[in-house]
């Protein structure tokens, strides 16, 4: 036998072990000892992986008294439903979903997920402690008293909260829905779809979101980037700063003044407006319909302006630089070239004044719905 024929007899032997080594099963706990079987096992485990996984769930009921005005999440990571209740004690739902290279390593890894509870003065401080094996995903129900504020650390995963004092903190992902917040929300959304949807105010930072608020009766201050932002049945004031987000205003007949819009790249559109307000845009499509007389004034640049006036009388002062103006409700007319054109005067025997100044962008006054 020649040195190249043994050398194949070598290989397929080698080879044989390797793939008896790999599909054999698991020793014995405790008989693994140091081999290269037993590297080879270890890197069975690294190519199948956490084949497994396990749900355990258990409660815990925390008694507190009045001085605990606070429950401070410090999650990292968790899908978490908030609940305010008629109650006196705090009670904790939690699943734990963990995997592992077989059922034992997965519900083992599942048991060491660790609830901890904390008391720092007038909070109680709730933490998950996730072992360093497998993977685990958390879903924590929490049903406190409604009296209890709430302080969000950032964490990401799904989040529920309703029926509590007042909401702080930051939503790093996920979707997040706040429902019937008896006091003021501030929030900083990172990420995820958001609904808000009834507070006392509200302050919101977002970031490329698609975010939906409704019924907040006091002032609402809204700084976006990215994404979109409806708000409906704001009763205000309403202070509105965006950077490439898509805003809709509606369904605002119970507004306070003042309205303030910051605009800057995508677009603005305001339903049924009936008090003052302050619009600036640049580089943004405006579309403002009023219900009644107000006085308002719109400035942008880069990009059109189209108002829908109210059914009764108004007056309108418009100026537009590198653009044309057209007025399709009552008599007056446009004046100037090309370089600047204005149009001033009362209609419908005058009223609140509508000021309009578009800088390389058109203005269209349109004519009021049935008329």
Not at 52 to 79: G, P
Not at 282 to 292: F, V
Request: no cysteine; charged share 25%.
């Amino acid at each position: 036998m020649g040195k190249r024929e043994l050398l194949l007899v070598v290989g397929f032997i080698v080879v044989g072990v390797v793939l008896y080594q790999a599909t054999a099963p698991p020793p014995p706990p405790g008989s693994e000892g140091f081999s290269i079987g037993g590297i080879i096992q270890h890197a069975r485990r690294a190519v199948q992986g956490n084949r497994a996984h396990t749900d355990l769930e258990s409660t815990h009921t925390e008694s507190i008294d009045a001085a605990v005005e606070e429950l401070h999440l410090t999650l990292r990571s968790a899908e978490l439903n908030v609940i305010g209740e008629s109650r006196k004690d705090v009670q904790f739902e939690m699943k734990v979903n963990s995997t592992g290279y077989d059922e034992a390593e997965a519900k083992k890894s599942a048991e060491a997920t660790e609830l901890k509870i904390d008391r720092a003065g007038p909070a109680l401080v709730v933490e998950i402690k996730y072992p360093r094996e497998g993977r685990q995903r958390a879903f924590l129900t929490i049903r406190v008293p409604a009296r209890l504020r709430l302080r969000l650390e950032p964490s990401y995963g799904k989040l529920s909260i309703t029926n509590v004092a007042a909401v702080e903190g930051t939503a790093a992902g996920g979707p997040a829905t706040l429902t019937n917040i008896v006091g003021s929300i501030t929030l900083n959304q990172r990420s995820g779809p958001l609904t808000i949807d009834g507070a006392a105010s509200l302050r919101l930072t977002g970031r490329s979101a698609e975010t939906k608020i409704q019924r907040i009766t006091g002032t609402v201050i809204v700084q976006t980037t990215g994404g979109d932002v409806t708000l409906s049945a704001i009763t205000g004031p309403l202070d509105i700063e965006s950077r490439n987000t898509d805003v809709r205003v509606e369904q605002i007949k119970n507004l306070k003044a003042p309205l303030r819009v910051n605009a800057t790249d995508g677009s603005v559109r305001i339903d049924g407006l009936r008090t003052e307000a302050r619009i600036d845009g640049n580089d943004t499509d405006l579309e403002i319909a009023l219900d009644a007389p107000a006085p308002v004034t719109i400035y942008n640049t880069s990009q059109d302006i189209a108002i829908t006036p109210p059914p009764g009388g108004y007056t309108v002062d418009a100026v537009a630089t590198d653009g044309r103006i057209t007025i399709d409700d009552g008599s007056i007319k446009a004046t100037g070239d090309a370089d600047e054109q204005r149009a001033t005067g009362s209609i419908r025997g005058g009223g609140a004044t509508l000021t309009l100044r578009a800088t390389r962008g058109d203005i269209n006054v349109r004519a009021p719905a049935g008329k």
